[in-house]
């Protein structure tokens, strides 16, 4: 848009609903904020239904929430580098880098529920079949989830492929459980998937970002991970960070099942593959 998106919402502020305009205040004074919020997590924060932000979003000319978070994300990246050039701050962008992966993995076991995740560990144990589902950079997660799960004699199976992924779910059946990664939460693709293989039996694992948003609806068992992304950093290495942590510590909690067997499946694993290395 043309015009400072702050100052679009106030030219707009009149001609909206009471409701609306709730909306509307809570974003012009927590700007920076909101951008991390999906719409779920705004609607409660200005109280109001999930319908009137998208109502908001079209009254200021928007197709949907993630267009206006764009946008959004946009303006408080342009008064951020402004900012910093009036301030004549340099930022050293390696201790950025590296201060933020640190963070996300103490925000992430702060965030870890415990009893959640060893029920997660237990229904993978006693699964049938374990498939990974992601699209994107969450895709990339779920083929080193596969290949993490290989190396602890785990077998599993995760494609990237859109019609794959929907056969594969409408495969599962009671017994079978499926884990979706989404840093947002509101990925259509692998929430339709997710449904599908709960609609045939399949429990259902979610591990996302955000609390409150539709893959929790679907989930049975719901693992939180830290680094929410502003709609500009899609697939940054810090949510990807938080995603391979929690794979991590489920293979830790599948390997202390039984040490004995871990230990020859990595074995084994690793000499597969020693004559392909020089």
Same mark, same amino acid.
């Given at each position: 848009?043309?015009?400072?998106?702050?100052?679009?919402?106030?030219?707009?502020?009149?001609? =909206?609903?009471?409701?609306?305009?709730?909306?509307?205040?809570?974003?012009?004074?927590?700007?920076?904020?909101?951008?991390?919020?999906?719409? /779920?997590?705004?609607?409660?924060?200005?109280?109001?239904?999930?319908?009137?932000? @998208? +109502?908001?979003?079209?009254? @200021? +000319?928007?197709?949907?929430?993630?267009?206006?978070? =764009?946008?959004?994300?946009?303006?408080?990246?342009?008064?951020? !580098? *402004?900012?910093?050039?009036?301030?004549?701050?340099? @930022? *050293?962008?390696?201790?950025?880098?590296?201060?933020? &992966?640190?963070?996300?993995?103490?925000?992430?076991?702060?965030?870890?529920?415990?009893?959640?995740?060893? !029920?997660?560990?237990?229904?993978?144990? $006693?699964?049938?079949?374990?498939?990974?589902?992601?699209?994107? !950079? #969450?895709?990339?997660?779920?083929? *080193?989830?596969?290949? +993490?799960?290989?190396?602890?004699?785990?077998?599993?199976?995760?494609?990237?492929?859109?019609?794959? $992924?929907?056969?594969?779910?409408? =495969?599962?059946?009671?017994?079978?459980? &499926?884990?979706?990664?989404?840093?947002?939460?509101?990925?259509?693709?692998?929430?339709?998937?997710?449904?599908?293989?709960?609609?045939?039996?399949?429990?259902?694992? !979610?591990?996302?970002?955000?609390?409150?948003?539709?893959? /929790?609806?679907?989930?049975? @068992?719901?693992?939180?991970?830290?680094?929410?992304?502003?709609?500009?950093?899609?697939?940054?290495?810090?949510?990807?960070?938080?995603?391979?942590?929690?794979?991590?510590?489920?293979?830790?909690?599948? #390997? =202390?099942?039984?040490?004995?067997? /871990?230990?020859?499946?990595?074995?084994?694993? &690793?000499?597969?593959?020693?004559?392909?290395?020089?």
């Amino acid at each position: 848009m043309c015009m400072d998106l702050m100052a679009e919402i106030t030219s707009f502020y009149p001609s =909206l609903t009471k409701s609306e305009q709730k909306v509307a205040r809570h974003v012009l004074d927590y700007a920076d904020k909101v951008l991390y919020y999906s719409v /779920t997590e705004l609607a409660e924060a200005s109280n109001v239904g999930e319908t009137t932000v @998208i +109502r908001f979003c079209r009254k @200021i +000319r928007f197709k949907g929430y993630q267009e206006f978070r =764009l946008a959004l994300a946009q303006s408080q990246s342009m008064k951020k !580098a *402004d900012s910093a050039a009036l301030a004549g701050k340099e @930022i *050293d962008f390696t201790e950025k880098v590296c201060n933020n &992966a640190v963070e996300v993995l103490q925000v992430s076991l702060s965030l870890l529920d415990k009893n959640k995740l060893q !029920a997660a560990i237990d229904l993978i144990d $006693q699964a049938r079949h374990i498939q990974f589902f992601g699209v994107g !950079a #969450s895709g990339i997660t779920a083929l *080193d989830a596969k290949n +993490r799960f290989l190396r602890v004699g785990r077998r599993s199976d995760a494609t990237t492929d859109s019609h794959i $992924q929907a056969m594969s779910a409408v =495969l599962l059946e009671d017994g079978d459980v &499926a884990v979706g990664f989404s840093v947002s939460g509101s990925t259509k693709d692998t929430n339709e998937i997710l449904a599908k293989a709960k609609n045939n039996g399949a429990k259902v694992i !979610a591990i996302t970002n955000y609390a409150k948003s539709p893959i /929790t609806g679907i989930a049975d @068992i719901v693992l939180l991970t830290a680094g929410k992304e502003s709609p500009l950093e899609g697939g940054s290495i810090t949510a990807k960070i938080s995603q391979l942590f929690v794979i991590d510590l489920i293979c830790e909690g599948l #390997s =202390l099942k039984d040490l004995e067997k /871990t230990k020859t499946m990595k074995e084994k694993t &690793a000499r597969a593959v020693i004559d392909k290395i020089y």
